[in-house]
């Protein structure tokens, strides 16, 4: 007998043509290739580390929200394990950045409203609505992370070992569970919620590399 589908198998079918497109995206083939300019990967370096900051929040909103002690155990290792934090710190000194001019940048309209995508989610949903809005970043790197290959390039190879270790198995096991907690007991509706804000994000993520290949700035 086939083992039963998982609800986030069902989100991950239905996302599958905005993540293929990701993981064809020209920025992502560029740094493959070693022929993005490094400054496109600066650009995204900051970024990302203003989104990581914002998925932190959402995830702390997400702790206060556990409805008992074993949501607050699982929220609260994802909050107090930030492993793109040391990432990016290694990343900043290969790529010659200063973490604390990163920090004053602005974050481009496309990272903001990724970041009040997440924040909105995560003051006004519930659990199963946060893990489901945050769920895709980890899932669509982790993936990512078995398709890249070697570069010669030592920015992008320090970048891409990250992923291609695996480091975020833990993370994406642990968020799936969430929702597919989430999803057992649910109505139809609330279901439709959680697929609705799986594939907002999933959209984003896909905003993400296509604003960080064209160094998106404010229009005015």
């Known amino acids: 007998m086939a083992p039963p589908t998982r609800f986030t198998d069902h989100l991950r079918r ?26 496109r990967f600066r650009y995204y370096l900051a ?9 932190g929040k959402a995830v702390a909103v997400a702790l206060a929200k556990a409805p008992d002690a074993r949501h607050f155990d699982e929220l609260a ?3 107090t394990t930030p492993i793109e934090r040391p990432l990016h710190r290694r990343l900043f000194a290969l790529a010659g950045m200063d973490e604390e001019e990163v920090r004053r940048a602005r974050p481009s309209p496309t990272c903001l409203a990724y970041m009040d995508h997440l924040l909105a989610t995560a003051l006004t949903g519930d659990v199963g609505l946060i893990s489901a809005a945050l769920l895709p970043c980890p899932w669509t790197y982790h993936e990512l992370g078995s398709r890249l290959q070697e570069t010669r390039n030592p920015l992008y190879a320090e970048w891409a070992s990250f992923y291609r270790e695996g480091f975020l198995a833990e993370s994406v096991t642990a968020w799936r569970a969430l929702v597919d907690r989430a999803a057992e007991p649910s109505s139809a509706a609330y279901r439709g919620l959680l ?13 993400f590399w296509e604003m960080a290949y064209r160094t998106e700035k404010w229009p005015v």
Do not use: C, K, N
Not at 47 to 55: M, N, P, R, T
Not at 197 to 207: D, G, N, P
């Open 195 to 207: 697929e609705e804000a799986f594939l907002t994000s999933s959209r984003y993520e896909w905003m």
């Open 77 to 79: 290792r994802r909050l």
């Open 47 to 55: 970024q990302d580390y203003h989104y990581i900051g914002a998925f």
């Open 14 to 39: 239905e996302a599958a043509p905005i993540w293929d497109a990701i993981f064809r995206h020209p920025f992502l083939r560029a740094v493959q290739e070693g022929t993005l300019p490094e400054e």
